[in-house]
T-cell receptor
Framework: GENVEQHPSTLSVQEGDSAVIKCTYS??????FPWYKQELGKRPQLIID?????GEKKDQRIAVTLNKTAKHFSLHITETQPEDSAVYFC????????????FGKGTTLSVSS | DGGITQSPKYLFRKEGQNVTLSCEQN?????MYWYRQDPGQGLRLIYY???????QKGDIAEGYSVSREKKESFPLTVTSAQKNPTAFYLC???????????FGAGTRLSVL
């Protein structure tokens, strides 16, 4: 079945720097890749997603890139702000009926001012 | 944020007791999911349901049970067989596996 690896597990940056989180997946047939942000004590919320027919997607300071050949996708946050501090989860959707999203173990991002 | 309601927000379980966590959605979603989150850990899938009256085990189903009698509701029972139930439990729903999942606010379960 699908397996999603996420790195790094923790990431500390200075305000204004960029942050990059990388995920790899094992099932080449997976075709949907969302990213969720979870602030302390809150529910995870979708921040951006990408489907396999697209190589890159941007939304203001956030972008996701997908390399289907290498089976990895990355989250890029530019001009980081303290409110970006949270746990970020990547996920992949296997292209198989009756399955669920497979989540990575999460990256704790800390942005210091 | 709206659309998925979990209750209660906090729950305490006594030794040998079964407890049930409620999850209701009004998003008309077919699929619903239960996850367990331990401190510093990711989201581990307990059970999921793609359609009414059908559900599948996730990675850590032992000690848990679910039902899906209505599209809107997917309650999770933590049985006495679950020896380490203390965790944050999240319910989610989506139109399908390859669509956005919306999460509830969670239930924090502790053992007395």
């Amino acid at each position: 079945g699908e397996n999603v690896e996420q790195h790094p597990s923790t990431l500390s940056v200075q305000e204004g720097d960029s942050a990059v989180i990388k995920c790899t997946y094992s099932d080449s047939a997976s075709n949907y890749f969302p990213w969720y942000k979870q602030e302390l004590g809150k529910r995870p919320q979708l921040i951006i997603d990408i489907r396999s027919n697209v190589g890159e997607k941007k939304d203001q300071r956030i972008a996701v890139t997908l390399n289907k050949t290498a089976k990895h996708f990355s989250l890029h946050i530019t001009e980081t702000q303290p409110e970006d501090s949270a746990v970020y989860f990547c996920a992949a959707a296997p292209n198989q009926a009756g399955t669920a999203l497979i989540f990575g173990k999460g990256t704790t991002l800390s942005v210091s001012s | 944020d709206g659309g998925i309601t979990q209750s209660p927000k906090y729950l305490f379980r006594k030794e040998g007791q079964n407890v049930t966590l409620s999850c209701e959605q009004n998003l008309n979603h077919d699929a619903m999911y239960w996850y367990r989150q331990d401190p510093g850990q990711g989201l581990r899938l307990i059970y999921y349901s793609q359609i009414v009256n059908d559900f599948q085990k996730g990675d850590i189903a032992e000690g848990y049970s679910v039902s899906r009698e209505k599209k809107e509701s997917f309650p999770l029972t933590v049985t006495s067989a679950q020896k380490n139930p203390t965790a944050f439990y999240l319910c989610a729903s989506s139109a399908g596996a390859r669509y956005i999942q919306y999460f509830g606010a969670g239930t924090r379960l502790s053992v007395l």
